[in-house]
């Protein structure tokens, strides 16, 4: 039989642009803009029937004064619409097969030292451990992980705001740029399967065990509120399927889901300087030109919920390896020189960023590099480039040499089961890396 994805779309974009201002007290212009989105979809797999629709309108608003012809003030505001895709919303399921911990059993072994086995009075809880009686980390249950659509699946949003302002100085020689950006995402949508699931739980369970339990429950109070959390409907989440009533774990339920929200706070600048070899006092002459660039973001906050309900983390300095989400230090650099001579070029970059540090530094947990910290880390990068015209009237080839990572610098360790972490400045443990081209136009 056929079977068929609609998906129907309408968007509109209107901008007005309105100089307010023109005089010796400067320049004034506001921007006003608006978008709209409406989108419905329908398929006849997946979550057959299921119309999903989305509409949204969304502004923005900008204003832009120039007191000066070298001096610009900015802000603006504005808000985001993002629609969740086909497969999100009416997509086919899959599934694998994983094995997890329980994330109850997890915290009160790896926090609190609470071991739920036969040895302790326990032996109906559920809990299964690879060393009975002892406080060994569980090996986890096997269970099967499905991931599919979700059809309620709300849009994510977004406002922000920023103001800014830039200088252009010696004649334009020299730019420099200034912002401070606030941005909201609200409803995020991101794939949360079991291994994002499981530190959602345990955090959400944790914070209900110490309202129930204090701040050093007793084993017969965190066996009590284990199974009131379970058998509670609202509690434990119910993308969770259990064997029995506090079984362990066999199915869960994955896919799509709105998170509550991300919030970014953070300075942007870039600088600009050109120059020529004249000025220089040792080499002068007309010897080419330069180009000096420093750009880079100070990350002042990066909060964010890891799942629904759950509280907010600050992620600006750290690693976040537990949340899926990517390392943010406070500061990141880009610099680079460029010199330009005629048919040669030439440049130098350096990245930086500074260290970043696990979010959560306590508790014995194995693996977790609960007391670790990534260095702060500069890579540097050569680039060298020949528009060599071997005949007249013909494009020139273009020969190009790079070196990446040129003092071979290797990624920082961790000290735990992953290794290296390679987000967070890309680099190979391959080391110096040196590329050579040749790129010929007819």
Same mark, same amino acid.
Request: aromatic share 10%; net charge negative.
């Given at each position: 039989?056929?079977?068929?994805?609609?998906?129907?779309?309408?968007?509109?974009?209107?901008?007005?642009?309105?100089?307010?201002?023109?005089?010796?007290?400067?320049?004034?212009?506001?921007? /006003?803009?608006?978008?709209?989105?409406?989108?419905?979809? $329908?398929? =006849? /797999?997946?979550?057959?029937?299921?119309?999903?629709?989305?509409?949204?309108?969304?502004?923005?608003?900008?204003?832009?004064?120039?007191?000066?012809?070298?001096?610009?003030?900015?802000?603006?505001?504005?808000?985001?619409?993002?629609?969740?895709? $086909?497969?999100?919303?009416?997509?086919?399921? @899959?599934?694998?097969? +994983?094995?997890?911990?329980?994330?109850?059993?997890?915290?009160?072994?790896?926090?609190?030292?609470?071991?739920?086995?036969?040895?302790?009075?326990?032996?109906?809880?559920?809990?299964?451990?690879?060393?009975?009686?002892?406080?060994?980390?569980?090996?986890?249950?096997?269970?099967?992980?499905?991931?599919?659509?979700?059809?309620?699946?709300?849009?994510?949003?977004?406002?922000?705001?920023?103001?800014?302002?830039?200088?252009?100085?010696?004649?334009?020689?020299?730019?420099?740029?200034?912002?401070?950006?606030?941005?909201?995402?609200?409803?995020?949508?991101?794939?949360?399967?079991?291994?994002?699931?499981?530190?959602?739980?345990?955090?959400?369970?944790?914070?209900?065990?110490?309202?129930?339990?204090?701040?050093?429950?007793?084993?017969?109070?965190?066996?009590?509120? +284990?199974?009131?959390?379970?058998?509670?409907?609202?509690?434990?989440?119910?993308?969770?399927?259990?064997?029995?009533?506090?079984?362990?774990?066999?199915?869960?339920?994955?896919?799509? =889901?709105?998170?509550?929200?991300?919030?970014?706070?953070?300075? =942007?600048?870039?600088?600009?300087?050109?120059?020529?070899?004249?000025?220089?006092?040792?080499?002068?002459?007309?010897?080419?030109?330069?180009?000096?660039?420093?750009n880079g973001t100070y990350n002042?906050?990066? $909060?964010?919920?890891?799942?629904?309900?759950?509280?907010?983390?600050?992620?600006?300095?750290?690693?976040?390896?537990?949340?899926?989400?990517?390392?943010?230090? @406070?500061?990141?650099?880009?610099?680079?020189?460029r010199y330009m001579y005629g048919?040669?070029?030439?440049?130098?970059?350096?990245?930086?960023?500074?260290?970043?540090?696990?979010?959560?530094?306590?508790?014995?947990?194995?693996?977790?590099?609960?007391?670790?910290?990534?260095?702060? $880390?500069?890579?540097?990068?050569?680039?060298?480039?020949?528009?060599?015209?071997?005949?007249?009237?013909?494009?020139?080839?273009?020969?190009?040499?790079?070196?990446?990572?040129?003092?071979?610098?290797?990624?920082?360790?961790?000290?735990?089961?992953?290794?290296?972490?390679?987000?967070?400045?890309?680099?190979?443990?391959?080391?110096?890396?040196?590329?050579? @081209?040749?790129?010929?136009?007819?």
């Amino acid at each position: 039989p056929r079977t068929d994805t609609q998906e129907r779309g309408l968007d509109a974009f209107a901008e007005v642009i309105l100089p307010l201002m023109r005089s010796r007290f400067g320049y004034l212009e506001m921007q /006003i803009a608006g978008r709209h989105t409406d989108v419905e979809y $329908q398929a =006849d /797999i997946g979550n057959t029937g299921v119309r999903p629709h989305f509409s949204k309108f969304v502004p923005k608003y900008a204003v832009l004064y120039q007191p000066t012809d070298w001096m610009s003030l900015r802000g603006s505001y504005s808000e985001g619409f993002v629609t969740p895709t $086909q497969g999100q919303v009416v997509g086919t399921q @899959r599934q694998a097969d +994983r094995t997890a911990q329980d994330p109850t059993c997890y915290v009160l072994e790896n926090t609190y030292g609470i071991v739920l086995d036969a040895a302790n009075g326990y032996a109906n809880s559920g809990c299964s451990y690879d060393v009975a009686g002892s406080s060994v980390s569980t090996s986890g249950e096997e269970l099967v992980d499905v991931i599919g659509s979700n059809p309620n699946l709300g849009p994510q949003t977004s406002k922000a705001k920023s103001v800014g302002v830039s200088f252009r100085l010696l004649d334009g020689d020299l730019s420099i740029d200034l912002d401070y950006v606030d941005i909201d995402f609200l409803g995020e949508i991101r794939d949360i399967l079991i291994r994002d699931r499981i530190p959602i739980e345990q955090e959400r369970f944790n914070l209900g065990l110490l309202d129930a339990c204090g701040g050093t429950p007793s084993a017969s109070c965190a066996a009590s509120f +284990r199974e009131t959390w379970i058998t509670t409907p609202g509690l434990e989440t119910n993308a969770f399927v259990r064997d029995g009533t506090l079984g362990p774990i066999r199915l869960h339920m994955g896919g799509p =889901d709105n998170t509550t929200g991300r919030f970014v706070k953070a300075f =942007d600048f870039r600088t600009s300087y050109r120059f020529s070899a004249s000025q220089l006092p040792v080499i002068g002459g007309s010897w080419g030109s330069f180009r000096a660039t420093l750009n880079g973001t100070y990350n002042d906050s990066f $909060q964010y919920h890891i799942g629904p309900d759950t509280p907010l983390r600050e992620g600006a300095g750290h690693r976040n390896d537990c949340c899926g989400r990517q390392p943010i230090p @406070r500061l990141r650099l880009n610099g680079a020189l460029r010199y330009m001579y005629g048919d040669h070029t030439a440049r130098v970059s350096v990245i930086w960023h500074s260290a970043v540090k696990d979010l959560d530094a306590t508790g014995a947990i194995p693996f977790s590099n609960k007391y670790g910290e990534i260095e702060s $880390q500069a890579l540097v990068n050569l680039y060298y480039q020949y528009n060599w015209k071997i005949l007249p009237k013909m494009p020139g080839t273009l020969i190009s040499v790079n070196v990446a990572n040129v003092f071979n610098d290797q990624p920082r360790p961790l000290t735990d089961s992953s290794g290296i972490d390679p987000i967070l400045m890309g680099t190979s443990p391959l080391g110096r890396m040196v590329t050579f @081209r040749v790129q010929q136009s007819f």
